[in-house]
């Protein structure tokens, strides 16, 4: 038995949440006396990196190479994901949650009568049973879920594990599922993709402005400090509402949910939508000349004054450390 590790990619690389799902899968392999084997779909990263992913705790690398899975197809990957499964016996699978992990883990639940937690932020508690935890009501509880079924799935929250990398690498083996063209039924024409920024889901710093900025024009100390941080820039509904900055940077409830390590909001009052898109954050740094701000209750550290005094000089600190 071993446990499989589905891969995402974007831009070459191995999707950073994957990486960390392969620790998760190598953590709780290592528990159960077994190994973890990643699988990759399509020729979206270099082969050549392939084996890399065993820094990360993965013994063996199974890959897809057909030039089909390039695409994202669902259905194909869902085939893939259960074939890869039932080849290595393995009776866990772990992946991100992610909109690509949401669509494949649900399709290939069913086609594994396996059950799944989604949104899961530790190792499962072995002891009398297979008992995970999830970040359920958009981060504002847990809840103890225990899987009975012999398959199982799990869908990790970011930052569920904190990655140890090593030296170590994988055996790569290739992999051929047998699809048909009806798996390849849903045919993309088109996909828009975000460049030259770094993705608020993938992202560990995020820097985060409101209405306290005042207008679209002043957004330059927020992309300073962003810059210097090498973070993602985010935003509030209201900001994304009054196109200030474009929808795809909305941090909330109705919006991007971000888990990162470190979240600084500038000029945020704090509405108890936009808490939700950011409670699993690890450190919350609020700048606000509003002692009142709801989101100072929120944070871990609170500054109290004009944004656009403060964050020239912070920008310039973190640049002067540098």
């Known amino acids: 038995m071993s446990v499989l590790v589905f891969i995402e990619s974007a831009d070459g690389e191995f999707r950073g949440t994957s990486l960390e799902s392969v620790a998760y899968g190598a953590a709780l392999a290592k528990a159960q006396g077994t190994t973890a084997t990643a699988l990759v779909l399509g020729n979206n990263v270099e082969a050549s990196k392939l084996p890399s992913i065993g820094n990360y705790g993965a013994a063996k690398v199974l890959h897809a190479s057909d030039a089909k899975l390039d695409n994202g197809v669902i259905q194909a990957y869902a085939k893939a994901v259960a074939e890869a499964m039932e080849k290595e016996g393995a009776n866990i699978l772990v992946l991100a949650k992610s909109s690509l992990g949401d669509a494949v883990s649900a399709r290939v639940a069913a086609k594994m009568k396996a059950a799944l937690a989604s949104n899961v932020t530790e190792l499962p508690d072995l002891t009398g049973g297979f008992k995970v935890k999830r970040s359920v009501y958009t981060g504002k509880a847990f809840q103890i879920t225990e899987l009975k079924s012999e398959n199982k799935i799990l869908a990790l929250k970011k930052n569920a594990i904190m ?15 047998t699809l048909s063209d009806a798996d390849f039924g849903v045919t993309i024409t088109k996909t828009d993709k975000i ?3 770094i993705l608020l889901p993938e992202a560990d710093l995020v820097v985060s402005g409101g209405r306290g900025l005042k207008g679209p024009e002043n957004w330059g100390i927020i992309e300073e400090l962003a810059k210097a941080l090498h973070a993602a820039t985010g935003c509030s509904k209201p900001v994304s509402d009054m196109d200030w900055r474009p929808h795809h940077e909305h941090v909330g409830q109705t919006g991007v ?66």
């Open 163 to 177: 990655p140890e990398i090593t030296e170590a690498t994988a055996s790569v083996e290739a992999f051929t599922p």
């Open 195 to 197: 460049t030259g920024e």
């Open 257 to 322: 949910k971000v888990s990162p390590q470190l979240y600084v909001a500038v000029g945020i009052s704090g509405a108890i939508q936009h808490l939700a898109g950011v409670s699993s954050s690890k450190c919350i740094v609020v700048i606000n000349k509003d002692p009142e701000a709801p989101f100072f209750k929120a944070a871990d550290y609170g500054i109290v004054g004009d944004a656009f005094d403060i964050l020239p000089k912070i920008t310039a600190a973190v640049k002067a450390l540098k």
